[in-house]
């Protein structure tokens, strides 16, 4: 297919997609289920119109997955607003690091014992599929500053973290297959104290100070110069800056998007907390800045004010971040569509069954145990950990440092490739019922608590009644 032809079959698509916005999210298929079902349609197993191998353009795909990873990482941080002790954030951490080991542990296992992988090769397999995507999962994570749902902002903040706890295992799995099982003591303590401590602490640190630091500066001079104009590359900048200034020091850029943008809110929230904004009379919760200004009128504000020019430096980086977002994770699932007819192994879906059933329920209700989260949710939390974009850059990753093209190391692609596209289908397929549910029980036993509350406001009237009553005929005994 020649240039014009790429153009009207991605203006085609794209024009479908709009108009049937609203029956997509009425149905039971999400966005990027048909991104995937277009992407087949077009490959060698449906039209044959498209033939894409991910595989023969690794390092290509490399850079376009890890654009799309760093800038939904940044705008899954950026929505996150609850304080960093609160509860959700606290099983957002349990689900990235303690729940992630023990899923790369019950993957490995599995591919060992079940495929027969050796286990440097075994390990890859199990960092690659592991990770929960951040881009992917947009009908999980949390929509916007102000939800605070315990599920959402758990999910989110896993997405958001374990990128930086399952390269470091990938990494190792890719040290011990290219130097053929045996690794140096030098080697290991370059691993623990570099591509684990320092890349997760120095990733974090890096993108927070980066985050916060431009965010106050660019609300103190658009306070300063009354600048109301759109200012879309805020984002884009913080997201280029954060990633680059982690991975030339070795730290995990990933994790620095991610930091960057939870320290952008973070200065959106110093900011509002110290300059209250006049039309907000409770002064004990204030709502997210970008809530406080419409970008459509801004030439209209009064931004003589830091929590308006605060608003609209967070609203243009949620606006450019979502964008950017949608079309990339558009073009890579659409590509995963296409190149699945390469890369298809009936064996792959064994392998996610065993991880959605029960490696990954299992290891989320390990790490839960004792926090006092109730069932319902620590099964959905176990159940809705889709996998997408973020293990296809893991598998460009392998391939540019020395995964090879053997038979095992090719059957180990097209296995993990099969478990990506059967996330992308059975977890969008099942994530909206599911949280319909929830929230339907939510309500139940919100109308529970509300009748119980009544019932006692009426027993506490009749016991008063009852005492006035008796009070009255004591007055008149009396008399």
Same mark, same amino acid.
């Given at each position: ?26 149905? &039971? ?34 850079? /376009? ?55 440097? #090769? ?22 916007? %500053?102000?939800?605070?749902? @315990? ?14 706890? *399952? ?27 570099? @591509?684990?401590?320092?890349? #997760? ?16 500066? %660019? ?10 104009? &759109?200012?879309?590359?805020? *984002? ?25 943008? $939870? ?18 009379? @409770? ?80 290891? $989320? ?60 289908? /059975? ?46 005929? *004591? ?5």
């Amino acid at each position: 297919m020649d240039f014009l032809g790429w153009t009207a079959a991605t203006g085609g698509l794209l024009l479908m997609m709009s108009l049937a916005s609203g029956w997509i999210s009425r149905s &039971p298929v999400s966005t990027f289920g048909l991104y995937l079902a277009a992407g087949i349609i077009c490959g060698p197993w449906a039209l044959d119109l498209l033939r894409i191998d991910v595989v023969d353009h690794s390092e290509l795909v490399g850079r /376009v997955t890890e654009i799309a990873m760093a800038a939904s990482l940044f705008i899954t941080g950026l929505k996150l607003r609850l304080p960093f002790k609160s509860r959700s954030w606290r099983m957002g951490a349990r689900l990235a690091f303690p729940a992630m080991l023990l899923t790369v542990g019950g993957v490995t296992a599995a591919a060992h014992y079940m495929l027969g992988f050796d286990w440097p #090769l075994a390990l890859a397999f199990g960092a690659i599929v592991a990770p929960t995507d951040p881009v992917l999962a947009s009908l999980i994570s949390v929509n916007d %500053a102000s939800d605070n749902d @315990d599920l959402r902002v758990a999910l989110s903040s896993e997405a958001g973290m374990n990128d930086g706890s *399952a390269l470091p295992i990938l990494i190792l799995a890719m040290m011990l297959i290219t130097s053929q099982g045996t690794l140096t003591g030098e080697a290991w303590r370059h691993w623990a104290l570099v @591509d684990v401590l320092w890349a #997760l602490l120095g990733g974090l640190g890096i993108g927070f100070v980066m985050g916060r630091l431009v965010g106050l500066l %660019a609300t103190l001079l658009r306070s300063k110069q009354h600048d109301v104009a &759109p200012n879309d590359f805020l *984002a884009l900048a913080l997201i280029a800056l954060s990633y680059a200034a982690a991975q030339s020091l070795e730290a995990s850029g990933f994790l620095a998007a991610f930091a960057a943008g $939870v320290g952008l809110r973070r200065a959106e929230m110093k900011v509002i907390n110290l300059h209250p904004p006049e039309e907000i009379s @409770d002064h004990d919760n204030y709502p997210p800045a970008e809530e406080l200004v419409n970008p459509n009128q801004r030439h209209t504000l009064n931004t003589s004010g830091p929590a308006h020019s605060v608003g609209l430096v967070v609203g243009d980086a949620l606006a450019f971040g979502d964008i950017m977002e949608r079309i990339f994770a558009a073009a890579i699932v659409i590509v995963l569509g296409i190149t699945l007819a390469q890369h298809w192994d009936y064996q792959g879906l064994l392998m996610a069954a065993v991880l959605f059933i029960v490696i990954r329920p299992l290891s $989320v209700w390990i790490v839960s145990m004792g926090t006092g989260t109730p069932a319902l949710r620590r099964g959905l939390l176990g159940w809705l950990g889709i996998r997408g974009i973020g293990s296809i850059n893991y598998i460009a990753y392998a391939y540019t440092h020395g995964l090879g093209s053997g038979p095992d190391a090719t059957r180990m692609v097209d296995i993990a490739f099969t478990v990506i596209a059967a996330s992308v289908i /059975v977890h969008g397929v099942t994530v909206t019922p599911l949280l319909n549910l929830r929230q339907a029980r939510k309500a139940a036993k919100e109308e529970r608590r509300r009748q119980e509350q009544e019932q006692r406001a009426e027993g506490e009237e009749g016991e008063q009644e009852a005492q006035q009553k008796q009070c009255e005929k *004591a007055e008149k005994s009396e008399h």
